[in-house]
């Protein structure tokens, strides 16, 4: 059974990211109800709800009556977590909000999704995740700012400011603004901060025998999809610091093969893909991997010259072979390559089948359906194959007659449950006490520790010699905060044993390196679990656990194989692939990571046993795209979002328009919307039109509704627009690229640790994101910078028992290095 089996959960949320937090919990065996009002939940026409209410009941109630109140309180009372993604205040008018509900139940985890928070000047604006983009200035960051926002913030030119990129390079569509995301990358933010905060409040109850509230908003999520480019920092002129990855003149390893297929490599190879086209397509040594290649295209600013300087080169000699022959050779010569996939294509790939990261599910309306499978793999615990979406009120019988056994226990079982929490244990944060260590690379592995640390955990990581390099750069700085870090030579004997030592101490152990290699120096599962039989042990991938998994892989490539390049781009409209700046790959396998190891913790807190954690890139990114949906046969398919291949937007009424001053993005998706648009334009005549009258006909005619409402937004600016849509309530906002400015100016975005100033060795005073985590009673927290390597070495060693004679004898043995303060 699923970790989660017994816990009831009441899921109130519409749109995306509730429903897929929901999805989450069914997933790992908790019973999730779908309470929907009297019709049905309105955004039932979302592709994804296929797929994000798998697992779940449904019943109708109609929250506006006192009948259907008195019944939901009598589910809420002996629930165990309410999702709910009201605006501010609306559930303090039902009678349902936080204060009501856990007085009655003290024990209920009570999660609250918002755009910006429960109060404050933006709590009323609309949460929808083009526009929450659009405010923030997140659309700006999905290309990349040129020269970087980081020389923006810290009060510099940027990187490089007078280059040019040449022809090709230019990443995205050729023309200036904002970028409107196929992916809808801040409401995917937004749930996965939703479902660990969840599972940690779950946790922590195990623990204190309360529940509490946690806040999730979609301003967090912008924050968590901004992580590496939203810094400011007193000395950007560090060596090694910034970085061309998130600069829009970098063209991102884009090529079109032979068979019009494009690829993504990662990072481009100049003389793997000169030497495979000059060798035709065979191994050999004139064809170098990354290890033996003598020019390897650094991440420093002034790289970008040696990416232009090779890109026609590159182009062409890609665009000799076929898509097949380069991810063969890139395989085996250990390339990362992988062509660029729609959704459809990816969940038809028999491998993620195979591996359980796709399913097949029997939905009765369209029959059987391939769908996002397990992302979140825990040994001890293989969940049940799920069941379908259900229809509206499905089960609403089946709900009535609980609530009408609740209601008759209802004080009995507010009663018992109030008493209970009368023995509750302190606890400061959810993972208080939890000792991990990061053995990580890169970002996909590290995120997720740092996830961790932010829920109280004390995290040490384990770093290598050279690693100063990689830690000098503002990347490894999004994803390394708040962590311990001792530097050990993992091939010399003397530094495993003070490894051992460590794992015989610790309650988690994770990293991402590959598993063979973990098994070469001694560090699987297998080994270290003789050393510490409750261990949680946590393995994260690139792609899937098959054949592909020897092959390297990285958020890139995930990202190609699972289908959000191609969502991203327009390539549904013929669009070029798009690697989001904004990707939730590494950052989002880091979050399930946490989640797995929370909810491994949450296991052995209640049964003593540890146990393996698997998560992946790939598994993330098919998350991401979870909109999609497709039957085996590949011949039906779910209406997912088609964006057009200038990346203005996913249709006329959801889109960005460019303005005779800025750019605006609009939401007119119910027929109010509509209604209110056509009256502050002063084009009344498109309601009567024949091709814009129903939303099926607007539908259909979408290319040319947009062509006149472009030619209507260039008449006036942003602002004027902004305000004219607002009085008439047309969700609208302006794309404002100066928002982070502001926020990290904001003491008030500082007190509530949306951003945290801290002081860094390397690049002095910086601020950055602070806090993801909104818990009530086990507040999150925040330790300190991001890390250098070897900074508590000694510290470390002393606390696990070494002498000081010892330290010393290790540190002159080359065995381990400390980089603190003598």
């Given amino acids: 059974m699923g970790v989660l089996d017994g816990l009831e959960v009441l899921d109130l949320s519409w749109g995306m990211s509730g429903p897929m937090t929901g999805m989450l919990l069914a997933d790992h065996g908790a019973r999730v109800t779908k309470i929907e009002p009297p019709g049905g939940d309105p955004w039932r026409h979302l592709s994804g709800y296929r797929v994000w209410n798998r697992g779940k009941r449904s019943a109708v109630l109609?929250?506006?009556?006192?009948?259907?109140?008195?019944?939901?309180?009598?589910?809420?009372?002996?629930?165990?977590?309410?999702?709910?993604?009201?605006?501010?205040?609306?559930?303090?008018?039902?009678?349902?909000?936080?204060?009501?509900?856990?007085?009655?139940?003290?024990?209920?985890?009570?999660?609250?999704?918002?755009?910006?928070?429960?109060?404050?000047?933006?709590?009323?604006?609309?949460?929808?995740?083009?526009?929450?983009?659009?405010?923030?200035?997140?659309?700006?960051?999905?290309?990349?700012?040129?020269?970087?926002?980081?020389?923006?913030?810290?009060?510099?030119?940027?990187?490089?400011?007078?280059?040019?990129?040449?022809?090709?390079?230019?990443?995205?569509?050729?023309?200036?603004?904002?970028l409107f995301s196929g992916v809808p990358w801040v409401s995917l933010a937004t749930f996965y901060i939703a479902s660990v905060g969840i599972n940690a409040a779950i946790r922590a109850r195990e623990i204190t025998g309360r529940g509490q509230h946690v806040n999730a908003s979609m301003l967090q999520g912008v924050l968590a999809t901004t992580v590496a480019a939203w810094q400011q920092v007193e000395r950007p002129d560090a060596p090694f610091?910034?970085?061309?990855?998130?600069?829009?003149?970098?063209?991102?390893?884009?090529?079109?093969?032979?068979?019009?297929?494009?690829?993504?490599?990662?990072?481009?190879?100049?003389?793997?893909?000169?030497?495979?086209?000059?060798?035709?397509?065979?191994?050999?040594?004139?064809?170098?991997?990354?290890?033996?290649?003598?020019?390897?295209?650094?991440?420093?600013?002034?790289?970008?010259?040696?990416?232009?300087?090779?890109?026609?080169?590159?182009?062409?000699?890609?665009?000799?072979?076929?898509?097949?022959?380069?991810?063969?050779?890139?395989?085996?010569?250990?390339?990362?390559?992988?062509t660029v996939r729609s959704p459809e294509e990816a969940l038809l790939d028999p491998e993620l089948l195979s591996d359980g990261c796709v399913i097949e599910v029997d939905d009765p309306e369209v029959g059987r359906i391939r769908q996002v499978g397990r992302v979140v793999e825990l040994a001890r615990h293989r969940p049940d194959?799920?069941?379908?979406?259900?229809?509206?009120?499905?089960?609403?019988?089946?709900?009535?007659?609980?609530?009408?056994?609740?209601?008759?226990?209802?004080?009995?079982?507010?009663?018992?449950?109030?008493?209970?929490?009368?023995?509750?244990?302190?606890?400061?944060?959810?993972?208080?006490?939890?000792?991990?260590?990061?053995?990580?690379?890169?970002?996909?592995g590290p995120f997720g520790t740092q996830v961790l640390a932010q829920l109280g955990a004390r995290v040490i990581k384990v770093n290598t010699f050279t690693d100063k390099f990689w830690f000098s750069n503002h990347i490894a700085m999004c994803c390394n905060r708040d962590k311990e870090s001792i530097t050990l030579n993992l091939k010399d004997p003397e530094a495993m044993s003070v490894l051992y030592r460590l794992v015989e101490r610790a309650d988690v152990v994770q990293h991402n390196m590959r598993y063979d290699a973990a098994e070469r120096l001694g560090i699987d599962y297998d080994s270290l679990r003789q050393l510490n039989p409750r261990l949680v042990y946590c393995h994260t991938l690139?792609?899937?656990?098959?054949?592909?998994?020897?092959?390297?892989?990285?958020?890139?490539?995930?990202?190609?194989?699972?289908?959000?390049?191609?969502?991203?781009?327009?390539l549904d409209h013929g669009g070029r692939p798009v690697w989001s700046c904004t990707s939730l790959g590494d950052t989002g396998n880091g979050f399930l990571s946490a989640l797995g190891i929370i909810q491994a913790l949450y296991d052995r807190d209640r049964t003593g046993f540890g146990q393996l954690v698997r998560t992946s890139i790939l598994y993330a990114h098919l998350l991401n795209a979870s909109t999609a949906w497709v039957t085996p046969d590949g011949a039906v398919t779910g209406e997912r979002q088609v964006p057009d291949a200038q990346q203005y937007g996913w249709g006329a009424l959801y889109r960005l328009y460019e303005t005779a001053e800025g750019w605006l993005c609009v939401a007119a998706l119910d027929e109010a919307a509509w209604v209110g648009l056509c009256g502050a334009a002063g084009r009344e005549d498109l309601r009567t039109d024949e091709r814009f009258a129903s939303p099926a006909s607007r539908r259909t005619h979408d290319f040319e509704l947009a062509s006149e409402l472009a030619d209507v937004f260039r008449g006036r600016s942003a602002a004027a627009w902004y305000h004219e849509l607002d009085d008439?309530?047309?969700?609208?906002?302006?794309?404002?690229?100066?928002?982070?400015?502001?926020?990290?100016?904001?003491?008030?975005?500082?007190r509530q640790r949306l951003v945290s100033t801290l002081s860094h060795r390397v690049v002095g005073r910086m601020k950055m994101a602070g806090l993801y985590f909104d818990l009530s009673d086990t507040p999150g927290r925040i330790w300190g910078p991001p890390l250098w390597p070897g900074q508590d070495t000694r510290r470390i060693l002393d606390e696990i028992g070494y002498s000081h004679h010892e330290v010393e004898k290790l540190i002159a043995s080359g065995a381990v290095e400390d980089t603190g303060a003598r």
């Fill in 62 to 178: 109609d929250l506006k009556s006192q009948v259907g109140r008195d019944r939901f309180k009598a589910l809420a009372a002996s629930a165990d977590v309410l999702i709910e993604s009201f605006k501010p205040g609306t559930s303090e008018r039902l009678g349902i909000d936080y204060s009501t509900m856990s007085a009655c139940n003290p024990r209920l985890v009570y999660c609250s999704i918002t755009a910006y928070g429960p109060d404050g000047s933006d709590s009323e604006r609309p949460g929808i995740d083009a526009l929450v983009a659009a405010r923030t200035g997140q659309q700006w960051e999905v290309r990349g700012i040129k020269g970087g926002t980081i020389g923006r913030l810290s009060g510099t030119a940027g990187m490089m400011p007078d280059l040019e990129a040449p022809a090709g390079c230019w990443v995205g569509p050729d023309r200036p603004g904002p």
């Fill in 542 to 570: 690139g792609h899937e656990q098959g054949p592909r998994g020897q092959d390297p892989g990285n958020d890139q490539t995930a990202a190609a194989l699972a289908g959000t390049e191609w969502l991203d781009g327009g």
């Fill in 385 to 444: 194959h799920p069941s379908p979406a259900p229809s509206v009120g499905q089960d609403t019988a089946e709900v009535m007659a609980e609530t009408d056994a609740l209601l008759d226990g209802l004080r009995l079982t507010a009663d018992q449950r109030a008493s209970t929490s009368d023995t509750a244990i302190a606890l400061a944060s959810p993972l208080d006490g939890v000792l991990v260590l990061d053995l990580g690379l890169a970002v996909a």
């Fill in 241 to 338: 610091f910034e970085t061309w990855v998130l600069d829009p003149r970098a063209p991102k390893g884009f090529f079109q093969a032979a068979d019009g297929r494009w690829l993504h490599h990662w990072v481009p190879l100049p003389e793997f893909i000169l030497g495979a086209a000059a060798n035709g397509m065979k191994a050999s040594d004139d064809v170098p991997g990354p290890k033996t290649a003598s020019l390897r295209v650094s991440t420093a600013p002034e790289d970008m010259v040696v990416l232009h300087t090779y890109q026609d080169q590159l182009c062409e000699a890609v665009a000799a072979y076929p898509s097949a022959d380069w991810v063969r050779l890139a395989a085996e010569v250990g390339v990362p390559v992988q």
């Fill in 728 to 750: 008439r309530g047309v969700p609208c906002e302006i794309s404002d690229p100066d928002y982070v400015v502001r926020l990290f100016a904001d003491a008030t975005a500082e």
